[in-house]
């Protein structure tokens, strides 16, 4: 199956139903899981200057959490924090793919809509068309 699973967390109720998922994956494979928590910033203004979304500390505590529950399931999980510009969390997630070579990614959907997902971006969607590996997409 997968020895090498990378799941991506939010703050989400999606993020914690693609946990569950990780682990059972991991749980099946005896596999390895990253768990990548990416702390955005949005750009402001013309100078271009850049504030972040959350705290890094509550971003810190998101992916230590995740990897704390796995590691107590029996997992060697891993936690990732990693800063992005809003908007470009799906190429930050695919390249993380890449460097650890997992065998899948598995991450959390908000279940916009294909227009509002059109509209408004969805990060699942472009980690699709990126990814050269499989992607779960947890509802």
Same mark, same amino acid.
Request: hydrophobic share 45%; aromatic share 2%.
């Given at each position: 199956?997968?020895?090498?699973?990378?799941?991506?967390?939010?703050?989400?109720?999606? !993020?914690?139903?693609a946990?569950?998922?990780a682990k059972d994956l991991a749980t099946l494979s005896k596999g390895e899981v990253w768990v990548l928590h990416?702390?955005?910033r949005e750009i402001i203004g013309r100078?271009?200057?850049?504030?972040?979304? *959350?705290? *890094? !500390?509550?971003a810190v505590t998101q992916a230590d959490?995740?990897?704390k529950m796995l590691a107590e399931a029996g997992i060697n999980a891993h936690a990732e924090v990693r800063e992005t510009v809003f908007g470009h969390a799906g190429g930050e997630i695919v390249a993380d793919a890449k460097l650890h070579d997992v065998g899948v990614i598995v991450m959390g !959907?908000?279940?916009?809509s294909d227009m509002a997902g059109l509209v408004l971006g969805s990060t699942a969607h472009k980690v699709?068309?990126?990814s050269?590996?499989?992607?779960?997409v947890v509802r």
């Open positions: 199956m997968y020895e090498k699973i990378l799941v991506a967390v939010d703050h989400s109720a999606a !993020s914690d139903r946990l569950a998922a990416l702390q955005e100078a271009g200057g850049e504030a972040p979304i *959350e705290s *890094e !500390s509550d959490a995740a990897a !959907s908000k279940g916009r699709i068309h990126l050269d590996r499989p992607v779960l």
